[in-house]
């Protein structure tokens, strides 16, 4: 079995994947129902909002940051604060995923987390340019993941690396596998992008590449937003899950409660107006 069949069965089977795209989706609805080119936003505002929220959302769903919680037997309570900020309706469509199945595991200040023998880290990427990613303009973080080394079994058709440059990424895929090592796991990219003006969106989970003079960039990479093969590899904005207008009003179900998280726990992200640490 390839490295990509391992990590998709691995995560699709712990939740992972479905919480990807619930984020996802969730962190561009609230970003584009936000945005307003009057006020001065522009696609700077749109990439970096997205990318926080997105961050925001996986912590809701993985109960890890300011999510987090004691154990997951403190997990019944409190779910109206996960609830908080979303739209209406939109916390009962979020992946029910046992708290600590997946940790937070942030590398060089990068938000991350890990499942089993899988860390994630998030990135966004210029629409409809997935293949073409420049790892090698992006900051350290994502250079060193793409340098971590290929699957195994893989042949770089287009070896570029010579003399001191290659020593350096040496050295560097030598320190990331030695953390990953000490981690049991290795290191994906959920890559992010949307087209403004249609509001539809890509998000693929892959080992990325480092593809210095051009290339591929990624040893692989799947669609999160494609149901099966063969659909389409972009999804629109999804309308607010709330009531209709209009429409009788019916009593919300039953919803398991989160405990509120206790304070000084630690788990804090930083914002700041960079999506690419």
Same mark, same amino acid.
């Given at each position: ?102 940790? /937070? @595991?942030? $590398? +060089?200040?990068?938000? *991350? ?7 994630? =880290? %998030? ?83 892959? /080992? @990325?590449? $480092? +593809?210095?003079?051009? *290339? ?7 669609? =999160? %937003? ?52």
């Amino acid at each position: 079995m390839s490295e990509q069949q391992d990590a998709l069965e691995d995560l699709e089977s712990s939740g992972v994947l479905a919480a990807l795209a619930w984020a996802n989706a969730s962190a561009y609805r609230r970003t584009m129902e936000d945005y307003d080119p009057d006020t001065g936003h522009d696609q700077g505002w749109v990439g970096s909002t997205a990318h926080r929220l997105f961050v925001d959302r996986l912590h809701r769903a993985f109960s890890t940051g300011k999510h987090s919680v004691d154990s997951p037997e403190s997990a019944s309570a409190g779910l109206d604060l996960v609830a908080a900020g979303l739209a209406p309706g939109e916390h009962r469509k979020m992946p029910l995923i046992t708290p600590g199945l997946v940790v /937070r @595991s942030d $590398l +060089n200040q990068s938000p *991350g987390w890990r499942c089993g023998d899988w860390r994630f =880290l %998030l990135t966004s990427f210029v629409y409809g340019e997935s293949n073409r990613i420049p790892w090698p303009q992006k900051s350290p973080t994502k250079q060193r993941v793409a340098s971590q080394g290929q699957p195994t079994g893989w042949l770089d058709p287009h070896p570029t690396l010579f003399g001191e440059e290659l020593d350096s990424l040496a050295a560097a895929i030598q320190a990331l596998r030695d953390e990953d090592a000490e981690l049991n796991a290795t290191t994906l990219i959920a890559a992010h992008s949307i087209e403004r003006e249609l509001s539809i969106r890509e998000l693929y989970l892959g /080992r @990325s590449r $480092l +593809n210095r003079g051009g *290339g591929d960039a990624w040893y692989w990479k799947h669609d =999160l %937003l494609a149901a099966s093969p063969g659909t389409r590899t972009t999804e629109s904005i999804p309308a607010s899950p709330g009531p209709l207008p209009g429409s009788p009003g019916v009593q919300d179900a039953p919803v398991r409660l989160r405990r509120q998280p206790s304070e000084g726990s630690g788990e804090r992200y930083q914002a700041s107006g960079q999506n690419d640490k």
